[in-house]
């Protein structure tokens, strides 16, 4: 059964910094892309980043590019998203997700259960 378990999300104050992980079991990780998707309140979901399963490409949605980073460690099994200098719309909950394929895609089948991330002062 695919897994995936994030952690990390919490309040924050504009210009902060916060580290998501997403655990990941059930299925074999090193061979599957992987990104992180968010959903503000209100809103519909919008794709954040991306990376391939390598790690060797990674993919940014325009509004965070400079400011998020994504990366993964195969051996643990875990996917990360470093975000820096948080604005109050970065104001989400943040979900990983798992692709079918194993290069940069924005194609995804399973979704974790999410962590809440707000900025707020």
């Known amino acids: 059964e695919v897994q995936l378990v994030e952690s990390g999300g919490g309040l924050v104050q504009p210009g902060g910094s916060l580290r998501l992980s997403c655990a990941a079991s059930g299925f074999t990780f090193s061979s599957y892309a992987m990104g992180w998707v968010r959903q503000a309140p209100g809103k519909g979901l919008e794709w954040v980043s991306g990376?391939?399963?390598?790690?060797?490409?990674?993919t940014y949605a325009d509004s965070v590019k400079g400011r998020f980073a994504i990366s993964r460690d195969n051996a643990k099994k875990t996917l990360y998203l470093q975000m820096n200098n948080l604005r109050p719309e970065d104001t989400a909950v943040y979900y990983c997700?798992?692709?079918?394929?194993?290069?940069?895609?924005?194609?995804?089948?399973?979704w974790g259960q999410g962590t809440q991330v707000t900025v707020s002062s």
């Open positions: 997700a798992k692709s079918y394929l194993g290069y940069l895609t924005h194609e995804y089948d399973y």
């Open positions: 990376i391939n399963s390598g790690s060797g490409s990674t």
